[in-house]
């Protein structure tokens, strides 16, 4: 069975990486507010990622 935080992990990062590049490319953004949104899916992704590496730096630490 496969570790479902390390798999957690995953599909954000994969998630994030696919927000960049729909960022990069242009792909569905049509005016500055869809910009915007897809920024903002972004920051909470990455937020979200390092809210998450920190309870886990902090688990490690604690052994």
Not at 52 to 62: F, G, K, M, V
């Amino acid at each position: 069975m496969k570790d479902p935080i390390s798999d957690f992990i995953g599909r954000l990062k994969q998630a994030g990486d696919e927000l960049s590049q729909a960022i990069v490319s242009g792909v569905n953004i049509h005016d500055f507010d869809s910009y915007q949104k897809y920024v903002g899916k972004h920051e909470g992704l990455m937020e979200a990622l390092d809210i998450l590496n920190n309870l886990l730096r902090e688990d490690d630490e604690a052994e």
